[in-house]
């Protein structure tokens, strides 16, 4: 197999480096091989700004994934759409679905997709807009999963989501999705909040691909409400899987990253907004994160017998 080029570059996250906006959500600038892709946008006051300060320019955008209909993964597609008139969109008819998170004792929450920006991907035109029903190529060697199926009796979606404000029609979030991108050393897969399970996510991706190593993993990992059985099984699937490196970001949980980092040791580090991965630092600049620059990136606490 031929080289692959990569960079993928957090521009929206939960922490963010100097200079930079941090908010609640997630957005990946990624190139492959020159083909410019943006997965996600965050809420839309963060990616702006911080793909300006980053020296990326939107306009420049071949295409626009969404993972799903949450507002932090797609408020700022009015935007994108404006900006990169020229982009092709890959999305689940989902994600125009409405949806709430119903938690003990508040009121319920739409974390749907806004009003606004449905209604600027209904006007963006046909031949613009792809709907994702199933894996499919976007590049000979970029992938986006489709939907994911529920097989792991572990895993759930990460909290209490409904698909209406009283409470009574779960939301599965079928139209949760991941990217993947096969090089020569497995496959870099790619998470907005990972809804479907980390190990339901990366068996289907093995499977639809045909490729059995796992490189590495980066985005969303859902883990924040997390048992604490569901985070062992999770350490030990990683380990069966041996990446390279795995860069939790966004709806993870800082207590389940530093889990994560207590189980694997070094290759687990936090993502944050500017940080970036490229062909000529995977998985090199994982090896060499120290316990104490952990802390510093993470705001946590890093010891042997953390649990």
Excluded at 38 to 57: E, S
Excluded at 159 to 175: M, V, Y
Aim: glycine fraction near 10%; hydrophobic fraction near 40%; charged fraction near 20%.
């Amino acid at each position: 197999m031929a080289s692959t080029d990569i960079r993928i570059r957090i521009l929206v996250d939960n922490k963010a480096g100097e200079g930079l906006v941090e908010e609640h959500g997630f957005s990946a600038w990624i190139e492959v091989n020159g083909h410019r892709i943006l997965f996600d946008t965050g809420q839309g006051g963060a990616l702006a700004h911080n793909a300006d300060m980053l020296g990326y320019d939107l306009r420049q955008i071949d295409k626009l994934v969404l993972s799903h209909g949450h507002y932090d993964h797609c408020g700022a597609v009015a935007e994108v759409v404006q900006t990169a008139p020229a982009a092709r969109i890959f999305c689940h008819s989902n994600c125009f679905l409405p949806r709430y998170s119903i938690r003990s004792g508040e009121e319920p929450r739409s974390i749907a997709m806004p009003f606004s920006i449905g209604k600027a991907l209904f006007d963006v035109p046909d031949n613009r807009v792809q709907w994702v029903t199933r894996p499919r190529m976007i590049e000979s060697n970029v992938g986006i999963s489709g939907p994911i199926a529920r097989l792991h009796p572990m895993e759930d979606t990460g909290g209490p989501f409904f698909l209406d404000p009283e409470g009574r029609h779960p939301d599965p979030i079928r139209d949760d999705m991941a990217m993947w991108i096969t090089t020569d050393r497995g496959l870099v897969i790619i998470t907005g909040c990972c809804h479907a399970g980390l190990l339901n996510t990366v068996e289907h991706i093995r499977n639809v691909s045909g490729v059995e190593k796992i490189l590495g993993i980066i985005g969303g990992l859902h883990l924040a409400n997390a048992s604490h059985d569901r985070l062992e099984t999770t350490c030990s699937a990683l380990r069966g899987w041996n990446p390279e490196f795995v860069i939790p970001c966004h709806c993870t949980g800082e207590e389940a990253q530093l889990f994560l980092r207590v189980a694997l040791g070094a290759r687990v580090t936090p993502g944050y907004a500017g940080f970036e991965l490229n062909s000529n630092n995977i998985p090199e600049a994982m090896r060499h994160v120290s316990n104490a620059e952990y802390n510093h990136i993470s705001g946590l606490t890093f010891t042997k017998d953390s649990k």
